[in-house]
């Protein structure tokens, strides 16, 4: 079936370093979505990306989709502490429209 | 909006009783969904509904969990009778027109059967 995939698993950085997370559908996405999860709270929508090859910026965050809508990344500069918390992509069901395939997510720690 | 409701945030209850989840979508939302959390299965979507009605349920866990939404407003996840491995946390989210614009999470419940 359709799987969406992020690695690294885990990614440990000291404050001021960068980060990367990298997510890979085994099916080509409409769009694709990633959402942030502090410790002990819910994933918060952070942003969609729907174009071939875009990328969007939220202040120290770049998100890309890539040339074949079936991978994407997200890019942290200089991390900070409030950084901290799992990342997941998501995209949709390419059979299901109501249903979002989430990644297994990144969780990263920021060690100040 | 006050966004996505579910209440209670935690429950702790002995193996063999029913616990009973409940949430409230964002007013104008017509998807409903429910994910459970465990450290060893990630996110899982465990059914959603699309104006009131379920449309795929085929990641409930067996015959022991049901889910409700008699209105627009209103939905339940019941388990019955619960066991110590359903222990997780159980998120509802809502959106508008499908997922293609994102999901919102409430908060989560947090379940412990002991």
């Known amino acids: 079936g359709q799987q969406v995939m992020q690695i690294p698993q885990y990614q440990h950085v000291q404050e001021g370093e960068d980060f990367t997370t990298y997510c890979n559908s085994s099916t080509t996405l409409s769009n694709i979505q990633w959402y942030k999860q502090r410790p002990g709270g819910h994933p918060v929508f952070l942003i969609q990306l729907v174009k071939s090859g875009e990328v969007k910026k939220q202040k120290r965050l770049t998100f890309q989709f890539g040339e074949a809508k079936k991978n994407s990344s997200l890019h942290i500069t200089a991390t900070q502490t409030t950084d901290v918390g799992t990342y997941f992509c998501?995209?949709?069901?390419?059979?299901?429209?109501?249903?979002?395939?989430f990644g297994q997510g990144t969780e990263l720690s920021v060690k100040p | 909006d006050a966004g996505v409701i579910q209440s209670p945030r935690h429950e702790v209850t002995e193996m063999g009783q029913e616990v009973t989840l409940r949430c409230k979508p964002i007013s104008g939302h017509d998807y409903l969904f429910w994910y459970r959390q465990t450290m060893m299965r990630g996110l899982e979507l465990l059914i959603y509904?699309?104006?009131?009605?379920?449309?795929?349920d085929s990641g409930m866990p067996e015959d022991r969990f049901s889910a409700k939404m008699p209105n627009a407003s209103f939905s339940t996840l019941k388990i019955q009778p619960s066991e110590p491995r359903d222990s997780a946390v159980y998120f509802c989210a809502s959106s508008y027109a499908g997922v293609e614009w994102g999901a919102f999470f409430g908060q989560g419940t947090r379940l412990t059967v002991v």
């Open positions: 998501a995209g949709p069901s390419y059979n299901q429209g109501g249903k979002l395939i």
């Open positions: 509904f699309n104006n009131n009605v379920p449309i795929d």
